[in-house]
């Protein structure tokens, strides 16, 4: 569901104001897919038929199983702009597609209905696709081709429900024990255990079948475990710091706000004194984040006409807290880039929490929890997988 992924993207464009990037690790998933189909698939379902007949209709599915991919996040990210959640944007990428979003969901419900949006909508093309196939009874290539989406995506509906973090369903788990208990941290501690065993189990089932000959199915199924196993020891440690954070606040670990500048300025060729980012404002208003690595990165320094609103993030693309918030739900949002939130009353930004603002929150507590960011420099990668 939620998350971003390290190394660069190409952006696609915008659907319904969301933006799309696709993920350089995306063309690892298209090859695959189009030899799983016109090498095996295909040819098995309709033998005979000509190479370039297989590999046509080999292209047509993966492009549609790409769409089914986009579609679903879509789901994601406009379940959460409903419920008043900014998002930045989805990113497809090798292991299926990303949303990131501005925060943590503020109730269970929410985060439930965030989670359980891009599974329904992976659902409705399954079904959708599952009822056009006999109607095309006529012609058997895009028969075919709509049949195998249809099965993909009732793949991807099941394997996106397992319940462990960081699939769909392990944030459907973890919102209903949040639910039930109210204690966030430990809810989330399940979700991460369960992601574990799940990744565990699905590890172990790579290697039975890479040992039973089935390389690459194995090579794959071994891909996405490690992700899983990754991903959800990194929420387990979050997990630790949110439990040993308490009911810390946004207002209590921020720094405030060093220096302001206006989307038209020129951007500035040094950051503000001691703070880790410009806050981008107008008449008083958050407009976005000129982190500071970014405003003095050799680019910028060279072309001399950038204005602060060509290289800082738009709002979405960094986490925003109220003061008042509690500051451990939101450690997921604060480990991705730019490791910072920007803490706003209102639509005024006040002050600003940096991943080492916390980590040194931690620090006294440190004996007995595991800090955030144990996983040293390791970009953690969150998301579901499909
Ligand atoms: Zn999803």
Do not use: K
């Given at each position: 569901?939620?998350?971003?992924?390290?190394?660069?993207?190409?952006?696609?464009?915008?659907?319904?104001?969301?933006r799309?990037?696709?993920?350089?690790?995306?063309?690892?998933?298209?090859?695959a897919?189009?030899t799983?189909?016109?090498?095996?698939?295909?040819?098995e379902?309709?033998?005979?038929?000509?190479?370039?007949?297989?590999?046509?209709?080999?292209?047509?599915?993966?492009?549609?199983?790409?769409?089914?991919?986009?579609?679903?996040?879509?789901?994601?990210?406009?379940?959460a702009?409903?419920?008043?959640i900014?998002?930045d944007?989805?990113?497809?990428?090798?292991?299926?597609?990303?949303t990131?979003?501005?925060?943590?969901a503020?109730?269970?419900?929410?985060?439930?209905?965030?989670?359980?949006?891009?599974?329904?909508?992976?659902?409705?093309?399954?079904?959708?696709?599952?009822?056009?196939?006999?109607?095309l009874?006529?012609?058997?290539?895009?028969?075919?081709?709509?049949?195998?989406?249809a099965?993909?995506?009732?793949?991807?509906?099941?394997?996106?429900?397992?319940?462990?973090?960081?699939?769909?369903?392990?944030?459907?788990?973890?919102?209903?024990?949040?639910?039930?208990?109210?204690?966030?941290?430990?809810?989330?501690?399940?979700?991460?255990?369960?992601?574990?065993?799940?990744?565990?189990?699905l590890?172990?089932?790579?290697?039975?079948?890479?040992?039973?000959?089935?390389?690459?199915?194995?090579?794959?199924?071994?891909?996405?475990?490690?992700?899983?196993?990754?991903?959800?020891g990194t929420?387990?440690?979050?997990?630790?710091?949110?439990?040993?954070?308490?009911?810390?606040?946004?207002?209590?670990?921020?720094r405030?706000?060093?220096?302001?500048?206006?989307?038209?300025?020129?951007?500035?060729?040094?950051?503000?004194?001691g703070?880790?980012?410009?806050?981008?404002?107008s008449?008083g208003?958050?407009?976005?984040?000129?982190?500071?690595?970014?405003?003095?990165?050799?680019?910028?320094?060279?072309?001399?006409?950038?204005r602060?609103?060509?290289?800082a993030?738009?709002?979405?693309?960094?986490?925003?807290?109220?003061?008042?918030?509690v500051?451990?739900?939101?450690?997921?949002?604060?480990?991705?880039?730019p490791?910072?939130?920007?803490?706003?009353?209102?639509?005024?930004p006040?002050?600003?929490?940096?991943?080492?603002?916390?980590?040194?929150?931690?620090?006294?507590?440190?004996?007995?929890?595991?800090p955030?960011?144990?996983?040293?420099?390791?970009?953690?990668?969150?998301?579901?997988?499909?």
């Open positions: 569901v939620e998350g971003d992924v390290g190394g660069w993207s190409i952006p696609m464009g915008r659907i319904l104001g969301i799309v990037r696709a993920h350089w690790t995306v063309l690892l998933l298209l090859p897919a189009m799983l189909l016109a090498g095996g698939v295909f040819p379902w309709y033998p005979g038929w000509s190479v370039t007949a297989y590999v046509a209709m080999a292209a047509a599915a993966a492009l549609l199983l790409l769409v089914s991919i986009l579609l679903h996040e879509m789901g994601h990210a406009l379940a702009r409903r419920l008043g900014r998002v944007g989805v990113t497809l990428w090798a292991l299926g597609g990303l990131r979003l501005s925060g943590p503020h109730r269970p419900r929410d985060e439930v209905r965030i989670a359980a949006a891009g599974p329904l909508v992976t659902l409705g093309v399954a079904v959708v696709a599952g009822a056009a196939a006999p109607a009874a006529g012609v058997a290539a895009a028969q075919g081709v709509v049949a195998w989406v099965a993909a995506n009732l793949l991807v509906l099941v394997f996106n429900l397992l319940p462990g973090f960081p699939l769909d369903g392990g944030r459907i788990l973890r919102g209903m024990l949040w639910a039930r208990s109210g204690d966030h941290a430990r809810a989330t501690r399940t979700a991460a255990v369960s992601g574990r065993a799940i990744g565990a189990g590890g172990g089932l790579a290697a039975v079948l890479i040992v039973a000959g089935a390389v690459a199915d194995g090579i794959w199924l071994g891909l996405i475990a490690w992700f899983l196993v990754g991903a959800s929420e387990e440690a979050m997990a630790a710091a949110e439990r040993a954070l308490g009911d810390t606040t946004a207002a209590a670990v921020m405030p706000v060093a220096g302001v500048v206006a989307p038209g300025d020129p951007v500035p060729p040094a950051g503000p004194r703070a880790p980012a410009w806050v981008v404002a008449d208003l958050l407009r976005g984040l000129l982190v500071v690595r970014e405003a003095s990165s050799p680019p910028a320094a060279r072309r001399p006409g950038l602060v609103c060509d290289v993030l738009p709002r979405g693309a960094f986490t925003e807290l109220a003061p008042d918030d500051i451990g739900p939101a450690l997921e949002g604060l480990v991705g880039e490791r910072m939130a920007v803490v706003v009353d209102g639509d005024r006040v002050g600003i929490v940096t991943l080492e603002d916390v980590d040194r929150r931690l620090r006294p507590a440190a004996v007995h929890h595991a955030p960011r144990r996983r040293g420099a390791r970009r953690p990668v969150r998301g579901h997988v499909r």
